[in-house]
């Protein structure tokens, strides 16, 4: 992976594009010809040391944002949908894919909406008279699934939303109590705080401007509702902004942004950025520190951890999931070269599904994806109490880790040998994408190879994997 070459035509039309220069101006202050330059927008030549140097010293461009982003995110996805039966007969090379991906990335988009809409319709036979029922006839994604999209191709951060949220907690540079700041905030707006305990987490009544939290959650989850609500009564203009650049396809998929966007803002303020980023370096993200320093609670630094991506002042790349008990992903983000299965589970093989047999201990994993990129794992398995005897109790484990060569800032990394190739354990990301010939936890065949079935003999599965 290390020798691999660098091309990245789409990032630097948009860079030249965003500084509003010419081919030629551009050429000029990197260094390269007008016809190098040309090639390598066009992707016919790698992106070379030079012209990495100098846009890192011209326009003080972060490089990293060469190498990840929507092309890498892009490439999973279109392996993940392709893994779909439909394709079986018809699967084009991980090259093609990587070069789609580069060099149309619009056209990859539009045939991973067009495998979602496919998807979704086969999904939705069994209910076909309500769907006949509809006047708009058109198939379009699920709410829930155009937001996660939204999310996950903006690298799960929003600047603006995000600096708005720092300059609320951090008013004057420096950090200021998060409870405090909301009630103030909501005071300002003419709204009285009550304690609640008939279950709901947050009851706000426009007519009579009383907010209600819940007395049985914990203070970091009443800090979060009580910021949640101060962002929908102060940063409507800001959310709406932010909404319409996104032109959602339906109100139902816009409202689930909307909160979306009220819970960004929320942890955002919770853990102001600077503020976070500077505490999560001093004290090697150690989550539980963390926690106790800014009132929040293990998953919610977890997830803030994930979206340090300021350009400028970035953060180590993570990636950051939840699971519930059956395996099914129900947070995710990835600022690392992984990524997770838009459908379906996680692989088993990945620790933070052992995480439920360990209530309340952090789990440690070196892994390797099939790819030969190597990384660390943390799991720990979370849940949210009722409050009150016979309420039901939530339970999720959650994931986070990134690549090894950020292990020696995770003080959970300090005792592992990172260096022993023995010690990464083999994960994938879904069996259909996944190559690995002799997983023993495989469920279904890897769609890019060809099975050898013989009925005399029988290994762990039931069929061998040819090359």
């Not at 060569?405 to 879904?430: C, M, N, T, W």
């Amino acid at each position: 992976m290390a020798n691999q070459k660098l091309y990245a035509g789409v990032k630097l039309r948009e860079t030249r594009t965003r500084l509003g220069l010419t081919q030629k101006e551009f050429a000029a202050k990197l260094g390269v010809s007008l016809p190098y330059l040309n090639q390598m927008e066009n992707n016919n030549r790698p992106v070379s040391t030079g012209v990495v140097l100098a846009l890192a010293q011209e326009f003080g461009f972060d490089v990293t944002e060469l190498s990840v982003g929507d092309a890498e995110r892009m490439v999973t996805d279109m392996r993940e949908a392709l893994a779909d039966p439909v394709f079986a007969e018809a699967t084009p090379p991980l090259a093609d894919l990587r070069l789609a991906a580069s060099n149309a990335p619009a056209l990859a988009r539009a045939f991973i909406d067009l495998h979602r809409a496919y998807r979704q319709t086969h999904e939705r036979l069994a209910s076909l008279d309500e769907a006949l029922g509809r006047e708009d006839g058109r198939v379009q994604p699920s709410p829930w699934e155009e937001v996660r999209d939204f999310f996950h191709y903006c690298d799960n951060y929003i600047d603006a939303v995000d600096r708005a949220a720092e300059h609320f907690s951090c008013p004057d540079g420096q950090s200021k109590d998060a409870m405090t700041l909301a009630i103030e905030a909501l005071q300002a707006e003419g709204v009285s705080v009550e304690n609640s305990n008939n279950g709901e987490l947050r009851g706000y009544d426009a007519d009579t401007r009383i907010l209600r939290i819940s007395s049985r959650a914990d203070l970091a989850t009443q800090r979060f509702q009580l910021l949640h609500q101060v962002a929908l009564l102060t940063q409507s203009k800001l959310l709406d902004a932010t909404l319409d650049f996104a032109r959602f396809q339906s109100n139902e998929a816009r409202a689930i942004a909307r909160i979306g966007l009220a819970n960004y803002f929320a942890g955002a303020a919770l853990l102001p950025y600077r503020p976070f980023l500077e505490a999560a370096q001093s004290t090697r993200h150690d989550l539980e520190r963390l926690a106790d320093q800014f009132g929040a609670s293990i998953e919610q630094v977890a997830h803030r951890l994930s979206t340090l991506q300021r350009p400028g002042a970035k953060g180590v790349p993570f990636f950051f999931v939840r699971v519930d008990q059956a395996g099914t992903i129900t947070k995710r983000h990835s600022a690392t070269r992984l990524q997770f299965a838009r459908f379906g589970g996680a692989c088993p093989l990945w620790n933070v599904h052992r995480a439920f047999e360990t209530p309340g201990r952090f789990l440690r994993q070196l892994a390797e994806t099939p790819d030969g990129v190597r990384y660390f794992c943390l799991a720990r398995d979370v849940s949210k109490q009722g409050g009150a005897w016979g309420a039901p109790v939530r339970r999720f484990a959650i994931g986070l880790g990134c690549e090894v060569r950020h292990a020696d800032q995770l003080v959970y990394a300090d005792d592992l040998d990172v260096a022993r190739k023995a010690a990464f354990e083999p994960i994938g990301i879904s069996c259909r994408i996944c190559e690995r010939k002799s997983c023993h936890q495989r469920s279904v065949p890897p769609l890019e190879r060809r099975l050898n079935v013989n009925p005399n003999h029988r290994g762990v599965l039931p069929y061998e994997i040819a090359e």
